[in-house]
């Protein structure tokens, strides 16, 4: 099965930067609608971002919209999240995944990586 690992996340200050890396083994998630997600303590898992494939649509809850950016690059079997103008409600544990299709919010599988956190000082 798709095996996901993120990375990058730490500490920045708010307005600050954090380039998230997701890095898959097992399978390529060529084919697959991919995202990023987050969990805030005591929330909920919420949708951050999504991209498409093969046009490599993206896009974004409007909590995000135009500070985040989602890519992926398939032939290294990467994906990226670069966070700009960060704020301290985007302090959370930020996971990788597939979604269930184009313009969907919710990830196709109940296996997740073991994140990577991000935390914003304001």
């Known amino acids: 099965q798709l095996q996901l690992v993120e990375s990058g996340g730490g500490l920045a200050q708010a307005g600050g930067s954090l380039r998230l890396s997701c890095v898959a083994s097992?399978?390529?998630?060529?084919?697959?609608?991919m995202g990023w997600f987050r969990q805030a303590p005591g929330r909920e898992r919420e949708f951050v971002a999504g991209?498409?494939?093969?046009?490599?649509?993206?896009y974004y809850a409007d909590s995000v919209k135009g500070r985040f950016t989602i890519s992926r690059d398939n032939a290294n079997r990467m994906m990226y999240l670069q966070m700009n103008s960060l704020k301290a409600e985007d302090t959370a544990v930020y996971y990788c995944n597939t979604l269930s299709g184009w313009r969907q919010t919710t990830s196709t599988s109940d296996w997740w990586g073991p994140g990577t956190q991000v935390t914003v000082s304001s």
């Open positions: 097992g399978r390529t998630f060529s084919g697959y609608v």
């Open positions: 991209i498409g494939w093969p046009s490599l649509s993206t």
